[in-house]
Every structure is written in structure tokens, then in C-alpha cells.
């Protein structure tokens, strides 16, 4: 059996939480924060047989995957006028951890 730890953003965690329920996988959620950003993020662990870790990955990357969007921002003029204008900013992707589970008992 493996233990799976990926981490990802809080925007991507409910699809790819939903789409794994949805396979068939047992899925824990944590509200984590990245030691970098001091941002918040999810953290999912999925408890899973040794031969379906690649299918887990597989739909993580498939809902988490990096990505650009386009978000309004600002830029202020000494003149005290503000102009908006689009910026691309890149989004999503997971970081994973695949662990050996010594053993796993459920009372
Ligand atoms: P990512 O490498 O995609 O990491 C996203 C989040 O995944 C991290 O959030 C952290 O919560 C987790 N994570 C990644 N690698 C890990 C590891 N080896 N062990 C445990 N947790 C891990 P943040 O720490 O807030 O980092 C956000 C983003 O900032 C990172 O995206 C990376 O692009 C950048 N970053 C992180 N540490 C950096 C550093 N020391 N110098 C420069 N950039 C850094």
C-alpha cells in the first residue's frame, strides 16, 4: 500500500478531491500553508493500492494542471488616476510525495 501527499492550490482542490472520490479513491483533505508564500493551500492524502498510484497521479495532473490566466490589474499614475489592464499569471500544478505504508489498520 502507498500513501499519496499532494499539495496544491485551495482553487484546484475541490475539482481534483471530487474526481478522485469519483474513481474510487479514499481521499483526506488538509487546509495547509506554503512555508515560501505563507499562502494558503490543500494538502490531499490518499491511502491507495501499490497499482493504482499511477491512475491517482493521473487524475490529480489532470485537474490540477499548470496553467495561465488572465487577471484584471492596476497601475496607479502620480496623477492619482488608476488604469486596469490584463495580466497572464500562471496557476495550478501539484507538488506529489509517494510514501511506503508500513501498515494500515482501521478500528
Ligand atoms: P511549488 O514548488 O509548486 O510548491 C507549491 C507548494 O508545495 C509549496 O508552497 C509547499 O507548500 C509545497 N511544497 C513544494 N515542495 C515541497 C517540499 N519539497 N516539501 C514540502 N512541501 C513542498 P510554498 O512553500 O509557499 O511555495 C510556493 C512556490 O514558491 C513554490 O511552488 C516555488 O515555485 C516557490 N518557492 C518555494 N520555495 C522557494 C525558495 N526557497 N526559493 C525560491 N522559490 C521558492
Redesign the pocket.
Same mark, same amino acid.
Given at each position: 500500500m502507498k500513501l499519496i501527499l499532494a499539495?496544491m492550490s485551495n482553487d484546484d482542490s475541490h475539482s481534483v478531491s471530487s474526481a478522485l472520490t469519483k474513481d474510487n479513491f479514499q481521499v483526506t483533505r488538509l487546509a @495547509?500553508t &506554503? &512555508?515560501?508564500?505563507?499562502?494558503g493551500?490543500t494538502t490531499l492524502i490518499v491511502g491507495t493500492d501499490n497499482d493504482k498510484v499511477d491512475r491517482a497521479i493521473e487524475v490529480i495532473g489532470e485537474y490540477s494542471r499548470k496553467r495561465t490566466e488572465v487577471v484584471p490589474s492596476t497601475a496607479s499614475y502620480d496623477i492619482g488616476r488608476f488604469a486596469s489592464f490584463p495580466v497572464e499569471v500562471q496557476v495550478g &500544478?501539484a @507538488?506529489i510525495f509517494v510514501l511506503d505504508v508500513e501498515q494500515f489498520v482501521k478500528l
Open positions: 499539495i @495547509t &506554503g &512555508g515560501f508564500l505563507r499562502a493551500n &500544478g @507538488t
